[in-house]
C-alpha cells in the first residue's frame, strides 16, 4: 500500500497563494490521485482528482483557482491554490487510489495525515 505525506499547508491571508505537496512511497503514474479537505465541522469534500490519463476534474468551489499537477518521476502530486479566500480553510488531504484504478466510483484506498491551511481575511 503506497504511503502518502502531504506538506506545504500554512496561514496566508485572502488572495494569497499556496503549493501543496503530496510525496508518495509509491508510483503515482498508474492510478488515480486527488486532494480532498476537511473544514471543522464539515464532511471531507474533494477538491479534485487526476485519472491515469491525465484528465481532471474539479470542484465547483476551486475550478479556476487551484490547480493540480504532479511529477510522475518523483512520485509527487502538487496542489497549486491560488485567489484563495477564508472559506478555503481546512485540512487538505492527499488520497491515492489502488494501483491501476481510474478516478471512477469510489476510489480513495490511502490516505495522508493531512496539512493545515488556514485562510484569514
Known amino acids: 500500500q503506497v504511503r502518502l505525506v502531504e506538506s506545504g499547508g500554512d496561514s496566508v491571508q485572502a488572495g494569497g497563494s499556496l503549493r501543496l505537496s503530496c510525496a508518495a512511497s509509491?508510483?503515482?503514474?498508474?492510478?488515480?490521485m486527488g486532494w480532498f479537505r476537511q473544514a471543522p465541522g464539515k464532511e471531507r469534500e474533494g477538491v479534485v482528482s487526476?485519472?491515469?490519463?491525465?484528465?481532471?476534474t474539479y470542484a465547483d468551489s476551486v475550478r479556476g483557482r487551484f490547480t493540480i499537477s504532479k511529477d510522475n518521476t518523483k512520485n509527487t502530486l502538487y496542489l497549486q491554490m491560488n485567489s484563495l479566500n477564508p472559506e478555503d480553510t481546512a485540512m487538505y488531504y492527499c488520497a491515492a487510489a489502488a494501483l491501476f484504478r481510474g478516478c471512477a466510483g469510489v476510489w480513495t484506498n490511502t490516505w495522508g495525515p493531512g496539512t493545515q491551511v488556514t485562510v484569514s481575511s
Open positions: 509509491g508510483y503515482i503514474s498508474s492510478r488515480c
Open positions: 487526476i485519472d491515469l490519463d491525465g484528465s481532471t
